[in-house]
Nanobody, 126 residues
Framework: QVQLVESGGGLVQAGDSLRLSCAAS????????MGWFRQAPGKEREFVAF????????YYADSVKGRFTISRDNAKNTVTLQMNSLKPEDTAVYYC???????????????????WGQGTQVTVSS
C-alpha cells in the first residue's frame, strides 16, 4: 500500500504559478504510476497529468498542456505538479493518485488509480 499527502495549494491570481507536491509513504514508490487529477465544484473529477515509473513518460490533459509540468523523485518518494500561467478555470481541488496498472491506455482514468490523497485546494482569482 501507499499513502499520499498533497501540499502546496493556495489562492493566487491569474497568471501566477503554484507548485503542488505529493509525498508518498512506503518503499515501493517507484512501482507506481502517478497521476494528478482535479475536481471543480459541481463537476466530475478530471485527469490532469500522469508520469510513468521512471519519469520517462508523461502525458497531460489538453487544458493544461504547455502550462503544467509533472515530475517525480523516486529517491524522495515525491511527485510534483508545477503549474504556470494559472487561469481561473484551473480552480479546483487537486488530487494525487497512484496505480500499479501497467496499461498505459488506462492511466487517464480515475477508476484505474487504487490510492488517492486527500486533495489540496487551488483557487485562481481573475
Amino acid at each position: 500500500q501507499v499513502q499520499l499527502v498533497e501540499s502546496g495549494g493556495g489562492l493566487v491570481q491569474a497568471g501566477d504559478s503554484l507548485r503542488l507536491s505529493c509525498a508518498a509513504s512506503g518503499r515501493t514508490f517507484s512501482s507506481y504510476v502517478m497521476g494528478w487529477f482535479r475536481q471543480a465544484p459541481g463537476k466530475e473529477r478530471e485527469f490532469v497529468a500522469f508520469i510513468s515509473w521512471s519519469g520517462s513518460v508523461t502525458y497531460y490533459a489538453d487544458s493544461v498542456k504547455g502550462r503544467f509540468t509533472i515530475s517525480r523523485d523516486n529517491a524522495k518518494n515525491t511527485v510534483t505538479l508545477q503549474m504556470n500561467s494559472l487561469k481561473p478555470e484551473d480552480t479546483a481541488v487537486y488530487y494525487c493518485a497512484a496505480t500499479l496498472s501497467t496499461y498505459r491506455s488506462t492511466w487517464q482514468s480515475t477508476v484505474t488509480y487504487e490510492y488517492w490523497g486527500q486533495g489540496t485546494q487551488v483557487t485562481v482569482s481573475s
